[in-house]
């Protein structure tokens, strides 16, 4: 990689930016759930990966913090002080995880970075609680960020949810559509609910920082569109993985996607294209039955054969592509920008 | 009753309060919801009482709008103008119904004023949803709000929110504790339980408004605490209705909070006196078994013998004198906080 200086320097580690990052704001993270009662706190420290069901401390599966360093790498980038960055990372990290709770409520999903969700985990009831309780955090940590911008910062995140719920609302929406016929998900649907799903949080996160230090629209613009993109391409690769991740890094079942009868990107490409396999692939989903494993099987072959997979792999660098195309376009740190080039390289072509 | 001025005036009707109240708010709560995604959207409307299940509009049963007309009138008392008190009102309201709709869902209540509830209406996740999106529009609302003061006021929304799941988490577990014995809940822990579910988003309806125009501390100070007492009052009589109330009017059935082992006011305040009544309610109420519905009967007759319904009419109307102390303590406009006394008796006393 080089620098916009023109020397060489050193590849940067997307592992060391995320653990750079997560040491900045951890801590902040951890006084802001410390503030909750008791039993939401437990639930919530459990959903971030700091303890199990019991309360016992220790290193469980938590996520990669990618959004809390997209928001602290993006406040750097727009020249924002320490503390922005760390305000707008908590709030997204608590927004995202607010969001992971209820989501797998909706979806009955039990598992969850190879352990239990929190419904599964707590029950239903106070895993709704535990996520408003995230949610209701992460305005509260906003709403207190010095600095004269935090209704601004506050406007920005309520867009975001907005674009958020109304995502998780297709989503769910869509699980009853058919994949063939008239009433069929199509390409275009599919993109606005992953906008909505994916790409407003990571907008958001980009965004934030520069917001809370009241840089310039242009800066903020660009960031945030840059967000998007990443959140385009990470939905992809999200969707590439739920069919051919390996179950060990992912945590979920091979073919999950397709079990589940998940509208993703690469079969609804390869639905869309007028090739043999494309046919064979509808009427082996037309019918509406669950697949079981080996027609799972069967319809992975199908959509790798008619193209779904390479082109939602080319969407997601396609996306990547665009995501870097908007950080160039504006003045930016240049060592954040690298930074924020290495997540995104990270993004794409993690466990593929 | 008479004016602040001396001379004397026609009682106000806190009906007609009301209904002003909702006429000012409803066109911008209507505008608010009308921006979400359409299926929470429609989610939101049945909440909101607006429509039926299936969308068809008409009028259902609502809430009476009490935290809507608090919001404001708390403006008006405050010398903030309309707009600050119809932007509180709308926040205050979507946040209310968010946590009714959540909270149904938490305590696995089928019925809300005298029809389904959400998730019995449209399914356990899609209810989560409806609460979320609620919830996003009321920070959405309030961070959109004119006057530069939305950030002190989403700090104070935020606060209030964090006390609403406290005191929510705190009624889940109560539950699952004994009426008796060591680990029976005490009549404190009531009082903070009901100050977080009840008291912080009343408190918070009458200070919102005053907050967005920047009024003095002291004046938002004096509205708040106010509202805190209403809110105690308000659970008081919500306690006495749900063991005494007409079902016909509450919706709810005949001895349901007995029914159902809910820790309420009465019941606690009637075994902590050493009477013998008390004594024979808590050998009744101490095997833990659930009571049918002769048991609850009987265990009505005692909680009013030993003297519990009476205590908590009394602590209802002492938190109704303390909450007109409150606001006869600061400068306020007259005709606003005459109107606010009306609210504040029409809490007290109704269906009693």
Known sequence: MTSQTGLQVPPISPHHVLERCRELVEPALREAVQGLHPWPRLMASFSLGWCDAEGTPGAFAGGKGMRQALAVVGAEAAGAPVGAGVAGAVAVELVHTFSLVHDDIMDRDERRRHGASAWKAFGTGPAVLAGDALFALAVETLAAADGGQSAAALRYLAGALRELVAGQADDLLFEARPWTGPDAVDLKEYEAMAAGKTGSLLGCALALGPVLAGASPLVVDALAR???????????????????????????????????????????????????????????????????????????GLVERAGGRDAALAQARRHAAAARECLYGVPLAPRATDELLALTGFLVERRL
């Open 226 to 300: 840059a967000g998007r993109h990443l959140g385009a391409a990470f939905q992809a690769v999200d969707d590439l993985l739920g069919i051919w991740g390996d179950p060990g890094a992912t945590g979920k079942p091979v073919h999950g996607d397709l079990l589940r009868g998940k509208k993703t990107l690469p079969v609804l490409t390869a639905l869309a294209t007028d090739s043999p396999a494309g046919r064979r692939l509808a009427d082996l989903l037309g019918p509406a039955v669950p697949l079981d494993a080996a027609g799972a099987r069967r319809a992975a």
